[in-house]
Structures are given as structure tokens and as C-alpha cells.
């Protein structure tokens, strides 16, 4: 029943910038704290960004504070990822997440992003 639709990704040069989007369904979207996370060829699942509920308060990992910025607009069920100074080391699938806790309840079937010049 819960859907979300990421899509935004694709080849960029070193520098460049991307907007992601999670397009969401399947529940009451303006009650859950969202996020998103990143799976890099060959490595693990990382957490990289976090907003709460309403938008109030946004959270970062350290490797892409100043770079990327997360929003959502509640009124169109729809979270985003404003990601600015790409570099190589960014390079991954992107996934939007529901969060319940501080655990991943649900996520998208992902979208890619290769930086490479």
C-alpha cells in the first residue's frame, strides 16, 4: 500500500548540482519523519539526511553538510533533496525512506546518481 516514487538522479560532472524527488503514497504523509539514505557501489546502506514531520528541523550527516539540503511540501505529499558540489565520492543509488523511530519502516525502489567526469 505505502509507495514512494524517487526519481531526479542521473550522470553529472563533478561540481554539478541534482534535485531529487519522493513522490509518496499510501498514508498520511504529513505525520512521518522522513529521510534519506544512500548505498554506494560495493558498501553498506548510509543514512544522510533526516526532516522531521512538518519540515521544523533537518538533519545531516557530516560528509554532505553544506552541499545538501532536504525539504518536503506536505501539501503535494512530496520529499526532496537539493544536492549541490558533487563529487565523485557521491556517487550511489538514493533512496526516500518513512521512518518510524529512528528505523527504516519503508522505501522506494531508488533512483541513481553518478558523478563522473
Known amino acids: 500500500q505505502v509507495q514512494l516514487v524517487e526519481s531526479g538522479g542521473g550522470l553529472v560532472q563533478p561540481g554539478g548540482s541534482l534535485r531529487l524527488s519522493c513522490a509518496a503514497s499510501g498514508f498520511t504523509f504529513s505525520s512521518y519523519y522522513m529521510s534519506w539514505v544512500r548505498q554506494a557501489p560495493g558498501k553498506g546502506l548510509e543514512w544522510v539526511s533526516s526532516i522531521y514531520s512538518d519540515g521544523s528541523n533537518t538533519y545531516y550527516t557530516n560528509s554532505v553538510k553544506g552541499r545538501f539540503t532536504i525539504s518536503r511540501d506536505n501539501a503535494k505529499n512530496t520529499l526532496y533533496l537539493q544536492i549541490n558540489s558533487l563529487k565523485s565520492e557521491d556517487t550511489a543509488v538514493y533512496y526516500c525512506?518513512?521512518?518510524?523511530?529512528?528505523?527504516?519502516?519503508?522505501w522506494g525502489q531508488g533512483t541513481q546518481v553518478t558523478v563522473s567526469s
Open positions: 525512506a518513512k521512518m518510524i523511530g529512528d528505523y527504516l519502516d519503508s
